[in-house]
């Protein structure tokens, strides 16, 4: 755990990030929910506060159901940033007066979990005004998509056991604890995200036409949904474009791809003739590779380690509760906040969502 003064000094920065992030934004954007799993930014910058604010912990009280996020027009803007303003003062007087351990761990998570909204605010933002029709940039200042100057190469791990999970005294999140071994047979990983111009191969070889490639869910959402290439992508007089943070973009075919679910990494690596890396083979291998531009889907459930238990309270909600039906991407994107990921963290997604920075590495 930080020591008190560092950790102040680290939430007041990560509330000014937030806010930061936000400053682009005109107030008309603060309101808008295209979809359920996309929050209005007005919405993740934190009477009814607790009520409104309230993600998914069924302990702490009622909350707003999510998919009406987007009808909150009150409480307002200004409203919600004098809000924000007075926890962060009531916070420094509190820790000014109190030292106590369990308050401080408390807070440090809450500095984590605001951290995990940055990103969201991100994605969000993107998604928001990458469905608007006049497809506005959110800045003219900021690249996404860097690309990978390394040769493509295979890292051989052997056969062995191998120690998986958090061991350090440095922060960590509980999904993360219970560090145990596993056995992992010999296998090979790219040392490369696969890249916009190998996936326009998969798509213009009848990638999303072949329904062999697909599980029978990822089948299924496609066809129902209409899904023929990555979200983002738009096909303009024969060339592809993509909506990035500076707007439409024509591809790079150098650059990782990004935004795509776990049902067409799956796909791909299908035609491709590879597979998935399961979590436990990416966190043994991943020192031999750059990482963190792109969360990279696995071939793993989302599932506790050995002897993890779930906190009492609202805390025991903040990952258990979610062990079931998703999948785990490993390694952190272009708009995870600085120092907040590490080998151990682990993400989790249904299957079929991407609007976050979502790609892929294979294995074999």
């Not at 934190?46 to 009150?74: A, C, M, P, Q, W």
């Not at 596993?182 to 990638?207: C, H, P, R, W």
């Not at 025991?316 to 120092?339: C, D, H, I, W």
Request: hydrophobic share 35%.
């Amino acid at each position: 755990m930080l020591l008190t003064e560092t950790l102040l000094d680290t939430f007041f920065s990560t509330r000014k990030e937030s806010e930061t992030i936000c400053s682009p934004l005109e107030i008309e954007d603060y309101v808008v929910q295209p979809v359920e799993d996309v929050s209005p930014p007005k919405w993740h910058l934190d009477e009814d506060f607790s009520f409104v604010f309230n993600s998914y912990h069924e302990t702490v009280r009622k909350r707003v159901i999510r998919s009406d996020r987007g009808n909150l027009s009150r409480p307002s803007v200004q409203k919600v940033y004098a809000y924000r303003q007075y926890v962060t003062n009531a916070i420094k007087i509190l820790l000014e007066k109190v030292r106590d351990k369990k308050l401080l761990q408390l807070l440090e998570i809450g500095i984590h979990h605001e951290k995990q909204h940055q990103e969201l605010l991100v994605t969000d933002i993107k998604y928001i005004l990458g469905n608007n029709p006049l497809l506005p940039a959110y800045t003219n200042s900021i690249n996404e998509n860097r690309e990978e100057s390394h040769q493509q190469d295979w890292i051989s791990m052997d056969a062995g056991i191998y120690e998986i999970g958090h061991d350090q005294d440095s922060f960590c999140f509980d999904n993360e604890q219970g560090r145990h071994k596993v056995y992992l047979q010999a296998y090979e990983i790219s040392n490369k995200l696969i890249t916009n111009s190998e996936y326009l191969e998969f798509m213009n070889d009848g990638g999303y036409s072949s329904f062999e490639l697909w599980h029978a869910e990822g089948w299924d959402w496609i066809c129902k949904n209409q899904i023929s290439s990555p979200l983002y992508w738009h096909e303009i007089d024969g060339e592809w474009f993509s909506y990035t943070l500076e707007g439409l973009q024509k591809i790079n075919g150098n650059t990782p791809i990004t935004h795509l679910s776990y049902f067409e990494a799956f796909a791909f690596a299908q035609w491709k003739g590879y597979r998935l890396p399961t979590e436990f083979e990416w966190e043994a291998a991943q020192e031999y590779f750059p990482w963190g531009d792109r969360w990279e889907w696995t071939e793993s459930a989302y599932l506790p380690y050995p002897g993890y238990q779930k906190e009492d309270g609202a805390l025991g909600e903040y990952n258990g509760k979610f062990m079931v039906n998703q999948k785990v991407l490993r390694g952190g994107s272009f708009a995870t906040p600085a120092n907040h990921t590490r080998p151990t963290y682990r993400n989790f997604f249904h299957p079929h969502l991407r609007w976050q920075y979502t790609g892929l590495r294979l294995a074999k």
